[in-house]
């Protein structure tokens, strides 16, 4: 297994964050993975090699945005992010799983464990037959329902989630 990192070179932001996702995900995510980080330097415009992300994780930490399709990860908080319009959208308009579940899912609900935060941790919620703590069956139909819905604290996402985007949020889950 290899994690390729990609960190914005000479900043103290890129390479701490570097660190601090290369520590989650060898303790969360891919514990046996191997990591080689590249360092970016920012230029007018930045055009990715393809040959950069050559492993089986592929992130960008503190830097811009790549269309590739093997990008697994990016963290950025700079307003320069994107390096044209067409990135942007192209971000926008990615609605995997993965990213749903990051933008809705993940402040309540940690995906690599067990333990929760707010709401019940996620690993393997589609491995038993009964979720956790409602006992309710662990099926698209029934989690479906609950993200469409709402349960006890958790909020509804009816009014956000379209059909599709909850098919691929439940498909994203069945990874976990």
Known sequence: MLTRVLY???????????AYFSRFIAGAVHPDTEFRYTGMAHKAS?????SLFDGDENAIV???????????WWFDHHQSAFLNAEDQDHFRRDT???KLYDAYC?????PYS?????????????????????????????????????????????????????????????TL
């Open 46 to 50: 930045q055009l990715f090699d393809p």
């Open 96 to 98: 995997s799983g993965r």
């Open 114 to 174: 067990t333990r929760g935060r707010q709401g019940p941790g996620l690993k393997g919620v589609f491995k038993k037959a009964y979720l956790p703590v409602s006992g309710i069956p662990a099926n698209d139909a029934r989690v479906g329902e609950v993200i469409r819905i709402g349960r006890g604290k958790m909020e509804g996402y009816s009014n956000v989630l379209n059909q599709q985007q909850l098919e691929d949020l439940l498909a994203y889950l069945h």
């Open 8 to 18: 914005h070179d000479h900043c103290f932001d890129g390479a701490a964050s570097a």
């Open 62 to 72: 503190d830097f811009k945005y790549s269309s590739d399709p093997k990008l697994t």
């Open 106 to 110: 993940d402040r309540c609900h940690n």
